[in-house]
């Protein structure tokens, strides 16, 4: 092993591979976080509630699906580059976040729910002010699966063009470059335990709050 040659790769490469890395994250973190949160208080409300336990049976059973076979579907249909990835990586990311959000909102204490409601609340003010609360480190908790699902997956975006640290991964394997092949898993894993750690500390803070 080089250990010189992964140095210079690291400085060489990393950093704009790294920023492509995050780019890539966190754009389709955002839309799936914009897009999930609605699609799983919708499917609490009446009348999509009485099919929850079959739309969670779906999610838990879609996550299971590779994340090599998700981005391989969009290759036909969409070709290759940027925007396909990101299509890609926003469909496997939403999957955590809404069968938290629905979770979590199901999850909320029913007599809660009624002492609410007998308040004189309307039903948009009980979600605002109590479920959506309630269930937040639920949906914390689906976010920072969601971001670290994201991280790795986020690697197979270069088979199609869309760059990020799956560039190294794979140049080394078709190069036979060991050396490439450490230096991006190990700063795909180190990206993934920062965001990981960051969103931590805020699931932690929020269930402090609430539970306090």
């Known amino acids: ?9 690291v400085r060489e490469e990393g950093l704009q591979l790294v920023v492509q890395h995050l780019e890539l994250v966190g754009i389709s973190l955002f839309i799936a976080i914009i897009v999930a949160l609605p699609v799983g208080i919708l499917v609490t409300r009446f009348p999509l509630d009485r099919y929850a336990p079959q739309i969670l049976a779906f999610l838990n059973t879609a996550q299971g699906v590779p994340s090599l076979a998700v981005v391989a579907i969009f290759l036909p249909i969409m070709g290759i ?27 909320v204490d029913p007599d809660v729910m009624e002492a609410a409601r007998g308040m004189g609340m309307s039903p948009r003010r009980v979600l605002l002010r109590i479920e959506l609360p309630l269930a937040l480190p639920v949906i914390i908790a689906g976010i920072q699966t969601s971001a670290v699902l994201t991280v790795g997956t986020a690697t197979l975006a270069h088979l199609i063009a869309g760059g990020g640290l799956g560039r190294l991964i794979f140049s080394g394997i078709s190069m036979h470059r060991p050396e490439y092949i450490i230096a991006g898993s190990l700063m795909t894993a180190a990206l993934a335990i920062l965001i990981d750690q960051v969103i931590g500390l805020i699931h932690r803070w929020i269930s402090a709050r609430y539970s306090g």
């Open 1 to 9: 092993m080089n250990w010189e040659r992964l140095l210079d790769v």
């Open 81 to 107: 580059g940027r925007v396909p990835s990101l299509f890609a990586l926003t469909i496997y990311a939403l999957l955590p976040i809404a069968r938290n959000t629905i979770a979590g909102i199901e999850g």
